[in-house]
């Protein structure tokens, strides 16, 4: 079963200085499960490399990708529509009080990259955290 990443996990695995490193870059190495890095993901990691970090850094990620160490997830037809559709509140937290960004709803999870998983390895627990997909119980 894939382990779909979202940013904050592939660039704290990235950056040495990040609180995270360590975990991030440990929960990636140990794992035996197919690493997917969502297109949309791919593109805010390479933004925040490029505001922080050495642009090489991207380089190396790339290399990753094209030694088949992640597969990058494209979005299938039904994930382009909002993700809000697919979503319900949880602990009576709305969803729509979330930041939303120009890629249509790029805080809710990504299931639907063509794999429908229930996984999504993420630091982001204040956005997440108000929302459940509907396909998987939490």
Same mark, same amino acid.
């Given at each position: 079963m894939p382990l779909i990443l979202d940013t904050g996990p592939v660039y704290a695995s990235l950056d040495r200085s990040d609180r995270h490193h360590h975990a991030c870059r440990s929960l990636i190495e140990r794992s035996d499960e197919s690493l997917v890095i969502p297109a949309p993901v791919l593109v805010e990691v390479d933004f925040w490399i490029q505001e922080r970090l050495d642009p090489g850094v991207l380089l190396a990620l790339l290399a990753d990708i094209e030694a088949g160490a992640? $597969? $990058?997830?494209?979005? /299938? /037809?039904?994930g382009l529509r909002p993700r809000s559709t697919n979503l319900r509140p949880t602990r009576g937290r709305r969803y729509w009080l979330c930041r939303r960004g120009g890629a249509g709803d790029r805080r809710a999870p990504r299931p639907n990259f063509g794999l429908d998983e229930p996984k999504l390895a993420t630091l982001d627990r204040l956005h997440f955290g108000a929302v459940l997909p509907r396909h998987v119980h939490a």
């Open positions: 992640y $597969v $990058v997830g494209e979005p /299938s /037809s039904s």
